[in-house]
């Protein structure tokens, strides 16, 4: 049977999920190695091979996988925490200063201390170099060699890593930068090479300089990564398929990888989105709300069919413009630590005690209170079970630093700041999933939660209660959901052109020129990566706007548009989308509509493993009953006795009225007080409002169809 491994290394732990066709996903945990997250990774599969059935050697296991799929925080934390590459810039003369100037709008309108983020390249290596090519290509002024000879001779005493090259008006005509990349391999051939036409090949220039000079940044970075775990993997007897997860929702080779670094900022969540839609799809959904709740951060995504894509964004208030999976991110993780700021109110991160020293309940030191130590006071987490037991928890530990941080200061118990603790970590959660749907133009209440990470379902209830949302769907592959997603992504590949024309004026034969270069280049590029012709596809997009407006809006075309000539149907498209998300269009005014940029995305159909659904059984849970413990129950704000149920032990068609706590290895979830919870086909824990039954009935009858 094929054997598919997903890996995502996070702040604190390292996720794995083996999954075999027709079985359940293990799942497995280790913790992270942030100095080397390659070390994790081998540690993880160490465990994995010694719990097969027989155990085997880590060798003899690693000849058996076909394929790893890996999520890396590798460049994420690299451009978090400052500790990215030594870089150089070569930029036209006049414009070295954008990285710095940005495009001049103050970030806080009303804070007139906030400062502009700190460039990745500091001034004194970044060079203007003479030499300018107009907006349609023609060549205004030649590009002055010598200059960039000086500057790259000087840089290289300098010890300068890596090299990113962008000059003004270039995704016309990339002879300039072609030049001056040859110089540079020639010079500097140890040298992390970023050009922008190789990275991003469209207009605005300081989105493009900013995304180059970040995909230099990390580069290195990740080249030095990828090598590390290569030759471990190489090490260890592993022959088959190692794909990167990038930002975009789709996997990519190591080389395809190293060459476009900044494809991987987004590596560790981007798994979620797709492993929500499978999960609600089992219910008969096409959308949902996918969080993910790690050490460190708590992600939130929206998915409407397909995960939603934007094409631009930020890391750490640096701008990039690839595209990416629309996903929030806050300091809102197991490891987030509390505080009270100048006013005497309680705040939860974003600081995190992250995996060394971690929360103070791990004893391996840490003295500041966590989320985790909160959870643990309010008796969510069974210090003698967790991660199954094999790591024990010190409760008096987490008590000790609640009360020095948060109780006493405030005047309260331990147990009631434990509480306060929950509650604003809840509602800082909630607010995130605010930024992801209301914002977005979407109504949270329509959409079921997917909550993952560890401690996510721990949090499901109360996120739901705030936002009105009445179901809660949390596979058993929850604490591991980006790295289950990982294994149902494809392989895709991005490329964009500008093409600025008025819907009413195209010149169709450049058009059609465009899409072909592109989708010749896709298919290639699956070419290299084995993907036969009839597992291919592509997709067409185009960035739109009416006339004299600022932004544009990206909407998916049929490719024979195109051929077709078509423009009635791209103007359909895109007046429907832009009253999606703003309420408004002008199409009975008639406004010209007009294109910026062609986007297509190449995509190669993978293996995806099959999973074994159960059929319905006995509505009741007696037997997977442990015990009751003394737990928090935030609807009364009081303790009470709660039911403990183990969660493996529990079979579908199973039903649990809150409040309750339903115990696994890797999470624990807590069915609030205004919830109950039934098993799905799928193995999935389904908690709905209480006298919401009809949803979980048409869930069943969607689920038992699959079944048949």
């Known amino acids: 049977m094929t054997l598919k491994i997903g890996i995502d290394v996070g702040g604190t732990f390292t996720d794995f999920v083996v999954a075999r066709d027709g079985a359940e996903p293990a799942i497995f945990k280790s913790l992270s190695t942030p100095d080397d997250p390659s070390i994790a990774v081998v540690n993880g599969l160490t465990d994995i091979a010694a719990a097969m059935d027989p155990p085997l050697t880590l060798e003899a296991f690693a000849a058996t996988i076909d394929t790893i799929v890996h999520g890396t925080t590798v460049t994420t934390n690299a451009t978090l925490t400052h500790t990215g590459a030594r870089c150089g810039l070569l930029t036209t003369e006049g414009v070295r200063d954008a990285l710095e100037m940005r495009r001049g709008i103050r970030e806080e309108q009303y804070n007139n201390r906030a400062t502009n983020v700190s460039p990745l390249v500091p001034r004194a290596r970044r060079a203007g170099i003479k030499g300018r090519i107009d907006r349609d290509g023609g060549e205004i002024e030649p590009l002055d060699l010598a200059a960039i000879e000086a500057e790259l001779a000087a840089w290289k005493k300098d010890g300068v890593q890596a090299i990113a090259v962008c000059f003004m008006n270039s995704f016309a005509n990339p002879a300039h930068e072609q030049a001056a990349a040859a110089l540079v ?6 040298a992390y090479l970023s050009v922008s036409t190789e990275v991003l090949p469209s207009i605005r220039f300081y989105e493009r300089v900013s995304t ?15 090598d590390q775990l290569v030759t471990r993997l190489s090490g260890i007897g592993f022959s088959g398929l190692l794909m990167i997860m990038q930002s975009n929702g789709g996997v990519i080779s190591p080389q395809a990888a190293r060459d476009k670094a900044a494809l991987t900022l987004l590596s560790g969540p981007a798994g979620g989105p797709g492993a929500g839609l499978f999960y609600a799809g089992a219910h008969g959904q096409d959308r949902c709300i996918t969080t993910d709740m790690g050490g ?32 929030h991110t806050i300091g809102a993780g197991g490891g987030s630590i509390g505080w009270l700021d100048d006013g005497g109110l309680l705040r939860m991160g974003p600081a995190s005690a992250g995996a060394d020293p971690g929360p103070a309940c791990y004893g391996k030191g840490g003295r500041l209170p966590t989320t985790t130590d909160a959870n643990v006071v309010l008796g969510y987490l069974d210090p003698a079970f967790f991660a199954g037991g094999r790591m024990a928890l010190d409760v008096n530990a987490a008590r000790a630093a ?9 005047g309260l118990t331990i147990e009631q700041a434990a509480a306060g603790m929950y509650r604003v970590a809840c509602n800082n959660m909630a607010q995130g999933v ?3 749907t209301i914002k977005r133009g979407f109504d949270p209440r329509e959409f079921p939660i997917i909550p993952g990470g560890g401690a996510g379902p721990i949090h499901g209830c109360l996120i739901c209660s705030e936002l009105e949302i009445p179901l809660l769907i949390v596979p058993r592959e929850a604490s591991v959901l980006c790295a289950f997603g990982m294994l149902m992504c494809e392989l895709r590949h991005d490329y964009v052109r500008t093409f600025v024309s008025r819907l009413d004026g195209i010149d169709w034969a450049r058009l059609a020129e465009f899409v072909a270069a592109m989708t010749a280049e896709g298919q290639q590029a699956l070419a290299d990566e084995r993907v036969p012709p009839a597992r291919r596809r592509v997709e067409l997009r185009l960035d739109c706007r009416y006339l004299k407006q600022y932004h544009e809006v990206s909407v998916e075309v049929p490719l024979d548009a195109v051929a077709k000539r078509d423009a009635a149907a791209i103007a359909r498209a895109f007046h429907a989308e832009h009253q999606r998300l703003y309420g408004y269009s002008l199409e009975a005014e008639g406004s010209p509509v007009e294109i910026i940029n062609v986007r297509l995305q190449a995509i190669g159909e993978t293996d995806r493993p099959s999973y074994r659904r159960q059929a319905q059984g006995s509505a009741d849970a007696s037997a997977a009953r442990k015990a009751a413990r003394r737990m928090y129950v935030p609807e009364r704000d009081a303790f009470a006795e709660v039911p403990v149920y183990d969660g493996h032990r529990m079979a579908c068609g199973n039903r649990v009225e809150g409040p309750a706590l339903i115990e696994q290895q890797t999470t624990a979830i807590f069915v609030g007080e205004t919830f109950d919870c039934t098993v799905d086909a799928l193995g999935s824990f389904v908690l709905y409002a209480k006298g919401r039954e009809d949803l979980v009935k048409t869930s069943n009858a969607k689920q038992m169809e699959a079944v048949a």
């Open 434 to 436: 605010r930024e992801v």
């Open 212 to 226: 180059t000079a970040l995909n230099a940044y990390v580069g290195p970075k990740l080249l030095h990564y990828l």
């Open 185 to 190: 391999r020639r010079a500097m051939p140890e």
């Open 402 to 410: 609640i009360e020095e941080h948060i109780a006493k200061p405030m």
């Open 296 to 327: 460190t951060s708590f992600e939130a995504s929206v998915a409407v069919g397909a995960p939603m894509v934007k094409n631009d964004g930020e890391i750490a208030r640096h701008k990039i413009a690839l595209p990416m999976l629309d996903i």
